[in-house]
Structures are given as structure tokens and as C-alpha cells.
């Protein structure tokens, strides 16, 4: 079973998203039991929607529960060393050089807008194991994008 990296806060958001959902349950039943209870359930749309939520919400379950299960928790404030690791924000210097910074999260914690990237994107990739001085290169869909590795922090 592969392990699911992520920051303190992104496990934390996942168990709230897990709470809210198994506390959905008991609301779902209710709204079964009374479209079940208006007759006719093959032309019953209430039964059919509170069906379909029902198997979205036990789905979404299961994901969350997977996820959790195979998290490994990592702060970033515990790390060190002088290469790009997961957890590490990372100062860049783009082609005009301007500074870019990122963070390299989880999965289900990226946020791009917010500068923080998963440790599965073409960027984290390229950059994961570089230390200060090196430059990257980056294939995205708008053309290549070339970096220079400026800074390394934990924080």
C-alpha cells in the first residue's frame, strides 16, 4: 500500500471532510425513507436524487478513508538539508528574472493560485532533488519554461 504524503493541515482538512460527510448519512437515510414513503419509486425523482447522493456520499467516504489511511504526515519545520524534498518552499527565478515561490504539497492540497504545487506535478518533479544555483527546465503546456533554483526553505 503506497503512502500518501502530506502536510499537517491537509490530513486535518480531510478528517473535517470526512466528519461532514459521515454526519450527511443519517440526513440521507431520512430523505430515502420519506420520497420512499410518497409511493411510486420508478417515477419517484426525490428517491432517485437521495439514491444518487447516497452513492456519491459512501464513495467520497471510502476515498477519504483510503487517503487517510495511508497518510504520512510531514512538517516541513522538522526538515533540512540543502536539496528540494517534499514540504520545501522554493524560491525560483523565472526567465525575466522575477521570483516565483512555491511549496510542494500533497495532493489534495495543491493549490496553484495559493503557491503551493503537488509533489506529482511536471514542475515538483523537475524540481525535487535540485539544490540552490541549478537550473530547471519544464515542459507545460504552454511551451518550456526555464527556472533557477534561488532558495530552499522549511517552513
Known amino acids: 500500500m503506497e503512502k500518501v504524503p502530506m502536510l499537517a493541515e491537509g490530513y486535518e482538512r480531510l478528517t473535517a471532510d470526512l466528519k461532514a460527510l ?32 447516497q452513492g456519491q456520499v459512501e464513495a467520497q467516504i471510502g476515498d477519504l478513508e483510503g487517503k487517510i489511511s495511508r497518510a504520512q504526515i510531514i512538517d516541513p519545520k522538522t526538515l533540512s538539508g540543502d536539496r528540494i524534498v517534499f514540504g520545501a518552499t522554493v524560491t525560483l527565478l523565472d526567465e525575466d528574472d522575477k521570483p516565483i515561490k512555491y511549496q510542494i504539497v500533497g495532493e489534495t492540497e495543491a493549490d496553484a493560485a495559493k503557491g503551493r504545487i503537488s509533489y506529482s506535478s511536471p514542475l515538483a518533479r523537475a524540481l525535487i532533488g535540485k539544490q540552490v544555483g541549478e537550473e530547471i527546465e519544464v515542459t507545460v503546456p504552454s511551451g518550456d519554461k526555464f527556472y533557477l533554483v534561488e532558495k530552499i526553505e522549511f517552513i
Open 22 to 53: 459521515r454526519e450527511e448519512r443519517p440526513r440521507i437515510v431520512d430523505a430515502i425513507e420519506e420520497a420512499r414513503a410518497h409511493g411510486d419509486l420508478s417515477e419517484n425523482a426525490e428517491y432517485h436524487a437521495a439514491k444518487e447522493r
